[in-house]
C-alpha cells in the first residue's frame, strides 16, 4: 500500500510563494508519474503539473512561468514551488502518483489534499 503525505499549504499575500511537498511512503516503491492537480470551490480538479521518472514537466497554461515542479525519486517526492501567486490559485492542492504495480500496470494514488489560500 502506497500513502502520499501532503505537506507547504497554507495563507499568503498575492504575489508571495509557497512551496507543496509530498512524499511517498511503501516498500520497493516503483513510481512512473507524479504530479499535483488543484479544486477551487465548485469547481472541477483540474491537472496543475506534472513530472515523469526521468523529469520532463507539464504544465497548465495558467501556472506556466510561476509554478515549478521537480521531484527526487531517491526519496519518492515531488514538489511544487509556487510563485506570484494569484488569488485564483486559491485551491485545495492534491498530490498524485502513478504507481507501477506491474512493469505494464500501474495505479493511481491521491493525497489528502492542502489547502492554499491567496489573500488579495
Known amino acids: 500500500q502506497v500513502q502520499l503525505v501532503e505537506s507547504g499549504g497554507g495563507l499568503v499575500q498575492a504575489g508571495g510563494s509557497l512551496r507543496l511537498s509530498c512524499a511517498a511512503s511503501?516498500?520497493?516503491?516503483?513510481?512512473?508519474?507524479m504530479g499535483w492537480y488543484r479544486q477551487a470551490p465548485g469547481s472541477q480538479r483540474e491537472l496543475v503539473a506534472t513530472?515523469?521518472?526521468?523529469?520532463?514537466?507539464t504544465y497548465a497554461y495558467s501556472v506556466k512561468g510561476r509554478f515549478t515542479i521537480s521531484r527526487d525519486n531517491a526519496k519518492n517526492t515531488v514538489y511544487l514551488q509556487m510563485n506570484s501567486l494569484k488569488p485564483e490559485d486559491t485551491a485545495v492542492y492534491y498530490c498524485?502518483?502513478?504507481?507501477?504495480?506491474?512493469?505494464?500496470?500501474?495505479?493511481?494514488?491521491w493525497g489528502q489534499g492542502t489547502q492554499v489560500t491567496v489573500s488579495s
Open positions: 498524485n502518483a502513478e504507481v507501477m504495480t506491474t512493469f505494464y500496470t500501474s495505479r493511481d494514488y
Open positions: 511503501g516498500s520497493s516503491v516503483r513510481i512512473n508519474v
Open positions: 513530472i515523469n521518472s526521468i523529469g520532463r514537466t
